[in-house]
């Protein structure tokens, strides 16, 4: 290993699963020991077995060493705890211990990660996006999984390009504002969050945006985005701005809630998750280039008397110049979502045959999920398995 060329070394430093083994490394030759101090992006885990010294101040230790040339930084509890012997990490967005690393690199840090090993670490809601935004004003890119955060004393990013919350409860349900904080974002993933009870997200330099939670309302205003996947369950409302998007995901319980100020133009690929799958297709219509159509109901046996019939024929009407139509494993399994067309027989298939002999050009792939089936309909020449 001694002989290798030092970009490459430099490189196998940065690729570690866990940086933690670099201390060994470290310590085989002189050449290795000096390299290690050009080492830009670590990742440390805890250890699947008993250590002399805590999680937490290994950390600490591996960055004071390194802090001259790091600009990446992921520290990560997962697993811990989740066997016999492994090593426990409470919260590590706990302010006392970012505070005893994080200014020794907040200056020149890209990229920040920290994940917990469950929400249940957290003991209290903690300040962490105040602290690292004051420390670190050059960050593009910052993942928090499984916290409890405050939004309290939070200052501009300017520089934020990627943010991803993810299984985080937040102590702000009026929190809206997140172009004054963040206003360069251009990837926004928010996923399975609680206590944001009507965000409003207004970007102008969004690309994608994913949001996965449990709000009363939500609006997105971003005339740039290209790719937007919404996953809500029963908000009051729901207001579209994006007409450059080209794929578009939305899951919905009801149709009625939805509002976009301009249809996209750009749309290639829809996919929708609902009840009530039928005035959404209409609400659509319009979309002249659709190339793909997913459709799928929620997986919600108590719910089965609210779903709303839809058939093939009028997704295929609708949508004349669909490449590819998709209908999900439990539209096709639950009775009554996909209805048959009117004719002499009422069997749930018969609707898939009559779309499709109006609409000669498609062709028709059955395949499995799990024990149900799902339907393809393409005029591609793809051959699925």
Request: proline fraction near 6%.
């Amino acid at each position: 290993m001694d002989d290798l060329p030092s970009d490459v070394l430099l490189t196998i430093f940065e690729r570690l699963p866990d940086s933690g083994d670099l201390a060994n490394c470290r310590l085989t030759s002189h050449r290795l020991l000096s390299l290690s101090y050009r080492t830009s992006s670590i990742s440390l885990k805890p250890h699947q077995k008993h250590h002399s010294i805590p999680f937490k101040t290994r950390v600490v230790n591996l960055v004071s060493l390194l802090a001259a040339s790091l600009v990446s930084i992921s520290v990560s509890a997962k697993g811990s705890g989740s066997l016999k012997g492994d090593e426990q990490v409470d919260d590590l967005t706990d302010i006392g211990f970012l505070s005893s690393w994080l200014p020794l690199v907040g200056k020149q840090l890209n990229t920040l990660c920290i994940v917990n090993a469950s929400i249940e670490c957290a003991v209290g809601f903690s300040c962490a996006l105040a602290l690292i935004s004051d420390i670190c004003q050059n960050l593009h890119s910052l993942v928090i999984r499984k916290a409890w955060l405050s939004f309290k004393g939070i200052k501009l990013m300017p520089k934020l390009t990627n943010l991803t919350l993810k299984f985080v409860r937040i102590d702000d349900e009026n929190f809206t504002n997140f172009r004054k904080y963040f206003p360069s974002l251009k990837v926004l993933n928010l996923s399975h969050i609680v206590g944001l009870k009507e965000p409003k997200i207004h970007l102008m330099q969004l690309r994608i945006c994913r949001f996965t939670g449990y709000p009363e309302s939500i609006a997105i205003h971003a005339p740039n985005l290209e790719e937007l996947e919404l996953k809500c369950m029963q908000p009051c409302s729901v207001v579209l701005e994006c007409a450059s998007a080209s794929n578009l995901s939305i899951s919905v319980a009801k149709s009625s809630i939805i509002r976009m100020t301009e249809m996209p133009r750009k749309l290639r690929k829809l996919t929708i998750k609902s009840l009530d799958i039928p005035p959404l297709l209409q609400f659509f219509r319009g979309i002249k280039g659709l190339g793909t159509l997913e459709l799928e109901a929620f997986p919600i046996t108590s719910w089965f008397d609210a779903y709303s019939v839809f058939s093939v024929t009028n997704a295929l009407d609708t949508f004349e110049n669909l490449d590819e139509l998709v209908i999900g494993p439990v539209a096709c399994s639950c009775g009554g979502v996909v209805s048959p067309s009117p004719g002499p027989s009422k069997s749930p298939g018969s609707d898939y045959w009559t779309g499709l002999m109006k609409h000669p050009e498609k062709k028709l792939w059955l395949g499995t999920c799990g024990s149900v089936l799902f339907l393809r309909v393409s005029t591609r020449q793809t051959q699925y398995p």
